[in-house]
C-alpha cells in the first residue's frame, strides 16, 4: 500500500487493519514501512517485450516453441525467479514472477541480464537511444 501523506494513511488504515486481521496466521504476519519506489514504466515494458519478439524471430527456426511468450517465460523465470502465489488458502506454488513488482532499477538490473544472455546467445537486441531504458543507463555511467 502507498501513502502520500497523513490523510490518506488515515483513510486507508481501515482497510489495512482488516487485511492484518483477516490474516489466517498460519505463518505470522510481517509488516515493513519503506519509502516508496517508482515501479518499472510502461516504456521499460514494451523494450523488454520487443526484445522478447526479436529473440523470437532469431530462435524460432530451430526451436519451433521459442514464441514471443515463450521467451518471455524463459528470461522471467531465468532472472527473477519463481513464487508461491497464495489466494485465499490457496498456494499455487513456482509462478515465474511478475515484472509488474519490480521497481524502475530493478527493471534495469533484469533488462541488463536479458541482453547480456541475448547477445550471448548471438541475438543483437535493440536499445532506442531514447527509451528509458537507455536513459537510465546512461544516468547510471555518470
Not at 502507498?2 to 488515515?10: G, L, R, S, T, Y
Request: aromatic letters at 10%; hydrophobic letters at 35%.
Amino acid at each position: 500500500m502507498k501513502f502520500n501523506d497523513k490523510h490518506e494513511a488515515e483513510k486507508k488504515m481501515p482497510n489495512l487493519i482488516k487485511q492484518i486481521l483477516d490474516w489466517d496466521y498460519s505463518k505470522p504476519i510481517a509488516i515493513k514501512l519503506l519509502p516508496y519506489t517508482n515501479p518499472r514504466s510502461l516504456n521499460q515494458n514494451a523494450l523488454f517485450h520487443k526484445w522478447c519478439e526479436q529473440m523470437s524471430k532469431h530462435f524460432i527456426k530451430k526451436v519451433p516453441n521459442a514464441t514471443k511468450e515463450n521467451m518471455k517465460l524463459m528470461m522471467k523465470q531465468r532472472f527473477l525467479g519463481v513464487e508461491d502465489v497464495k489466494i485465499g488458502k490457496t498456494v499455487i506454488e513456482g509462478q515465474v514472477k511478475r515484472t509488474s513488482n519490480l521497481d524502475k532499477g530493478e527493471m534495469v538490473y533484469f533488462m541488463d541480464n536479458v541482453y547480456h544472455w541475448a547477445r550471448d546467445n548471438g541475438v543483437l537486441l535493440d536499445v532506442p537511444e531514447y527509451s528509458e531504458y537507455q536513459k537510465l543507463k546512461n544516468q547510471q555511467e555518470v
